[in-house]
C-alpha cells in the first residue's frame, strides 16, 4: 500500500514554470513505478508521463521537450517539471503509482492502483 500526496500547483503566465511534488509513503514508495496524469475541466484523463524505479522516463508528445521528471528514491518524492506552460496545460494533476509487480511505465490510468488527490495548475494567457 502507498499514499500519495502532490504539492506545487498553482496560478502562472503562460511560458513560465512550475514543479510538482509528489510525496510517497510507505515502505515500498520508492520502488514503484510512478506516473503523472492530468485532467482538465470536461475531458478525460490523460497521461503525462512516467517514471520507472529506475529512473527511465517516457512522456506524452504534447509536453515532450517542455515537461522532465525525476524522483528522488532515498526521500520517497516524484517531481514534474514544467517549464513553457501553456493554457492548454491548464488542468488537475495526479501523481498515480503502479503495483510493485509492474516495472515499465504505462499510459493508460487503469494500470495505476495508486492516486494522490490531485493539485490545481492554471496557465493564464
Known amino acids: 500500500q502507498v499514499q500519495l500526496v502532490e504539492s506545487g500547483g498553482g496560478l502562472v503566465q503562460a511560458g513560465g514554470s512550475l514543479r510538482l511534488s509528489c510525496a510517497a509513503s510507505g515502505r515500498s514508495g520508492s520502488s514503484h513505478v510512478m506516473g503523472w496524469f492530468r485532467q482538465a475541466s470536461g475531458k478525460e484523463r490523460e497521461f503525462v508521463g512516467g517514471?520507472?524505479?529506475?529512473?527511465?522516463?517516457s512522456f506524452a508528445d504534447s509536453v515532450k521537450g517542455r515537461f522532465t521528471i525525476s524522483r528522488d528514491n532515498a526521500k520517497n518524492m516524484v517531481y514534474l517539471q514544467m517549464n513553457s506552460l501553456k493554457p492548454e496545460d491548464t488542468a488537475v494533476y495526479y501523481c498515480?503509482?503502479?503495483?510493485?509487480?509492474?516495472?515499465?511505465?504505462?499510459?493508460?490510468?487503469?494500470?495505476?492502483?495508486?492516486w494522490g488527490q490531485g493539485t490545481q495548475v492554471t496557465v493564464s494567457s
Open positions: 498515480a503509482a503502479r503495483p510493485l509487480s509492474f516495472s515499465l511505465v504505462n499510459t493508460r490510468s487503469s494500470a495505476y492502483d495508486y
Open positions: 517514471i520507472s524505479s529506475g529512473g527511465s522516463t
